[in-house]
Nanobody
Framework: QVQLVESGGGLVQAGGSLRLSCVASGRAFSSYTMGWFRQAPGKEREFVAA????????SYADSVKGRFSISRDNAKNTVYLQMNSLKPEDTAVYYC????????????WGQGTQVTVSS
């Protein structure tokens, strides 16, 4: 059974930084693309960033490019999201997820961690 556990959320002022972590249980973490998503109140969940299995490839939503950075440590079964220059509109619950190799869908999700950015 795969479990994803996020941490690192909190309350921060606009312009500040946070680093989210997601630890995965189970085997073969290094075989999977991992992603970060977020959901703000009253809005649909949206893609934030993704990183390939070996960390060599990353992608970002336009809204976070240049401010957020995704990375991973396969030895620690952990994926990170470094968030800089935070804005109030970044306020959301942030989720990490694992992408299925065959279907390319994200089919394992963590419970989420709240990020609140005050103006």
């Amino acid at each position: 059974q795969v479990q994803l556990v996020e941490s690192g959320g909190g309350l921060v002022q606009a312009g500040g930084s946070l680093r989210l972590s997601c630890v995965a249980s189970g085997r073969a973490f290094s075989s999977y693309t991992m992603g970060w998503f977020r959901q703000a109140p009253g809005k649909e969940r949206e893609f934030v960033a993704a990183i390939s299995s070996d960390g060599g490839g990353t992608s970002y939503a336009d809204s976070v490019k240049g401010r957020f950075s995704i990375s991973r440590d396969n030895a620690k079964n952990t994926v990170y999201l470094q968030m800089n220059s935070l804005k109030p509109e970044d306020t959301a619950v942030y989720y990490c997820a694992r992408r299925n190799v065959l279907t390319q869908d994200y089919n394992y999700w963590g419970q989420g961690t709240q990020v609140t950015v005050s103006s």
